[in-house]
C-alpha cells in the first residue's frame, strides 16, 4: 500500500485518476485543494492544513463497488476513525456526510477509475472559519495527524470490506431518525418523514401514505436547517 503526499491540488481525486492504472492499491493526500468536489455540484472548502484531503484507491472494480454500499461503509469507517482519535458523538447524515454537534465535518465522494474505484474522503480537522453559504460546515477541532488519520481510515475501510459489518452500526449512527426532510423526485421538491433504511441503505422516507426508497440526491432536514 502506498500513501503519496502532494502540496496543492486541484482535487486529491483528480490526482488518484492521473495514477490508478499505476498502484493495486494507493491513497493521495494532499495539504490542499483548489476545487475540492462533492456530490451533486457541490465543492468541498479545502485550505492548506487543517484538513485531512485523501483519495484511496480501492482494488476492486466498479461494478463489484455497485453490490455493496461502499460510500456509507467509508462512513462508518471514518466515524470508527475519528473515534479511535477520541472525538465523541460523531453521526451520519445519509448518504455521505459525517456530522459532529450538528455540523458537516466530512464529506464522501466514490468514484470510479477505470476498473478501479477511488473513495475520496474529506475531513475538516482545525479549519475555523468557513466561506459563506457553507453555514452546515465545522470542524473536529482536533489536531490529528491527517497521515495518521488517513492510515487509520484505509484500514478500517478495508476490514468493513471483509466483515461486512457496518450495515446496523450505519443506521444506529444516522441521524436522520424521526426527522422530516425534503427531497427532489423528478424536479419536484417534496416532504417527509425519515422511516427507515432497506438493506441496501436505501433511505425510506413516508410521505403521501407512500413509502418511498431514495437511492441518491441531496436531502434537507427540515425541522433543523
Ligand atoms: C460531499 O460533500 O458531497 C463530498 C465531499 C468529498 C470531499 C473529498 S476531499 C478529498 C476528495 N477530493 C475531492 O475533490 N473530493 C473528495
Redesign the pocket.
Known sequence: MKYLIYGT????????KEICGKYRRAAVL?RA?T??????G???Y?PEGS?????YILDMSPEDALKIPLTPLCAVAVCRALEAFGVRGVGIKWV??VYLRGK?V????VESCGDKV?C????NLTTESFPEGLGNAGSVSLAIPPKKLAKRIVRNIDRALKRRDFKEEYISRSILSGRTIEFSENGVMKKGAVCGFDGDLRLLVCTDGETRALSSGEIHITDIE
Do not use: P
Open positions: 491540488v486541484t482535487s486529491t481525486n483528480d490526482a488518484a494532499a485543494q476545487n475540492g468536489r462533492g456530490r451533486c457541490r465543492s468541498f479545502s484538513g485531512l484531503y485523501m483519495s455521505n456526510d458537516k466530512c464529506g464522501i465522494l477511488i475520496g474522503i474529506g475531513v
